[in-house]
């Protein structure tokens, strides 16, 4: 689905990928490390946000910064703040965004969303003011507005970072029913765990990569030593 090959991120005076290679095909991926490891720079790159100075980003053998003027709607992204995804001011008018890709007139497609959020049981959401809810449940909405346009692709940049226990298993349950292939960014290694295949990226390079039992299990202990190769400089 995703094929990086030997990308050259380049971002002032910062090299954040050199040559970077991977070939991303599992239904389910789990992406870890630092902050300032890459992860949101390789989701930037596969939506064509970030083009790399050398190498290839494809979805589907097509160019990433090609996708969103010739297949619009096959790669979605879940962005950390969902302030910076939200254009409409309502609910509904938010989810009948994500239909615009596929022609459907706005009459209509706030239609399917109000149809959708009641599928989901949330019909009272439909006309809600973005500005009245939570950044969890802002963020939330960012998520429904991904389901309902059914990219083949979905990039989940810290998902669960601003969710309440209830979110995080709604969304850890939607996720595990998705037909699409989704990747997901996160620190909250539990959510990735169980993945078969996890990524654990470490100032740009690829540190692990393999079951996410195991990789996330290397990665919590390396943290542990640096902890305490930290604490003992201290004292």
Same mark, same amino acid.
């Not at 149809?115 to 500005?131: C, H, K, N, T, V």
């Not at 939330?140 to 998902?159: G, M, N, S, T, Y």
């Not at 997901?184 to 079951?211: C, E, K």
């Not at 996410?212 to 640096?226: F, I, L, M, N, P």
């Given at each position: 689905?995703?094929?990086?090959? %030997? ?10 990928? /050199?040559?970077?290679?991977? /070939? ?10 630092? /902050?300032?490891? =890459? ?12 083009? +790399?100075?050398?190498?290839?980003? *494809? &979805? !589907? ?8 003027? *010739? ?9 950390? /703040?969902? %302030?910076?995804?939200?254009?409409? +001011?309502? &609910? ?10 596929? =022609? ?19 019909? %009272? ?11 969890? *449940? ?20 810290? +998902? ?5 226990? +209830? =979110? ?12 699409? !292939? &989704?990747? &997901? ?51």
């Amino acid at each position: 689905m995703l094929t990086i090959q %030997d990308a050259t991120l380049v971002r002032g005076n910062h090299t954040v990928f /050199n040559a970077l290679t991977l /070939n991303l095909v599992e239904p389910r991926i789990g992406l870890i490390g630092d /902050n300032g490891a =890459g992860k949101s720079s390789l989701f930037r790159m596969a939506c064509g946000l970030d083009t +790399p100075r050398t190498g290839s980003v *494809q &979805v !589907q053998g097509l160019a990433a910064h090609q996708v969103s003027s *010739q297949r619009p709607g096959l790669v979605g992204m879940l962005f950390q /703040n969902p %302030d910076d995804q939200i254009i409409f +001011p309502t &609910v509904e008018e938010e989810l009948a965004l994500g239909l615009s890709p596929s =022609g459907i007139p706005r009459r209509q497609a706030i239609a399917r969303a109000r149809s959708f959020l009641q599928e989901r049981q949330l019909p %009272d959401w439909a006309g809600r003011s973005i500005g009245a809810l939570s950044q969890g *449940q802002r963020q939330h909405v960012c998520w429904l507005a991904l389901l309902i346009a059914a990219p083949e692709l979905l990039l989940l940049d810290e +998902p669960y970072a601003s969710l309440d226990l +209830p =979110g995080q298993a709604r969304l850890t349950r939607d996720v595990a029913q998705a037909r699409q !292939q &989704v990747i &997901v960014s996160t620190h909250a290694l539990d959510h990735v765990r169980g993945f078969g295949r996890v990524i654990w990226l470490d100032q740009g390079a690829v540190r692990a990569d393999g079951p996410g039992a195991s990789v996330c299990a290397a990665y919590q202990a390396d943290v542990a030593e640096r902890a305490a190769a930290q604490s003992r400089s201290i004292h």
